[in-house]
């Protein structure tokens, strides 16, 4: 697939200005800022996906961190749930280093791309599902660039899910009917594509041990061989 074609979209995504709220609560943030990062000039916009444009695995998330990917314009960096994410891919062998802290860090990820179905940081971390809805076109295109050399996913938690789930099959892959349920670990297979479910990296799953270290190295290693991506580790 053509990298330009990936690298046109990323740039129309940090533009769009689509949903009223969203516009206003991440320049909002952007302006006020939190003590520990004064020193930053924050992104302050949608944030596109990260990875190769030829991608074998993509996971997909749930939307910005005001403070992370708001304020550094790379999904999941600079906020905790982003480390134990990045710390498990590293683990696995799918990135470069074990952390993401600015987006000219040098990271790379190996075979793996990193979007999400709301690109815009929302208030309390709760987009709407009408601002769901709104930017699931984006992700239509993205799953339209990737389709060539995507052979898996990995849906971090149930919104996620329920995003994911239409925007696959608009994609042209085959999502059983009815809908399969978000379950942690579980394994859907859409004709030329396995969809994986995960409980998502937020500080209250990993805090309270819902999600451990070990069960998002096992789901991403799964699909990662899934994939036919090397694991190596």
């Excluded at 943030?29 to 000039?41: E, H, L, P, Q, Y």
Aim: some cysteine; hydrophobic content about 40%.
């Amino acid at each position: 697939m053509d990298s330009s074609s990936l690298c046109a979209l990323d740039q129309r995504i940090s533009h769009c200005r689509a949903c009223p709220r969203l516009v206003a609560w991440r320049e909002e943030v952007a302006r006020t800022k939190r003590a520990a990062f004064a020193d930053w000039t924050y992104w302050g916009r949608p944030v596109p996906g990260f990875g190769p444009a030829d991608a074998r695995l993509l996971i997909v998330g749930l939307a910005p961190a005001a403070h992370g990917g708001n304020r550094t314009g790379r999904m999941f960096t600079g906020d905790r749930s982003g480390d134990v994410l990045y710390q498990a891919l590293y683990d696995v062998g799918l990135a470069s280093q074990p952390t993401s802290v600015a987006a000219d860090d040098g990271l790379e990820l190996y075979g793996v791309r990193i979007t999400s179905p709301v690109h815009c940081a929302p208030p309390a971390n709760k987009p709407t599902p009408g601002e769901r809805d709104t930017c699931r076109p984006w992700l239509l295109q993205e799953l339209h660039l990737l389709r060539p050399t995507l052979r898996a996913a990995v849906v971090l938690g149930a919104f996620g899910w329920q995003a994911a789930l239409p925007a696959f099959t608009e994609a042209g892959w085959t999502v059983p009917r009815p809908r399969p349920a978000f379950a942690h670990g579980t394994r859907v297979s859409l004709e030329g594509l396995d969809l994986f479910g995960c409980f998502h990296v937020s500080q209250r799953n990993t805090f309270t041990g819902r999600l451990t270290p070990a069960m998002l190295r096992d789901v991403l290693r799964t699909a990662a061989q899934a994939a036919g991506l090397p694991t190596g580790k």
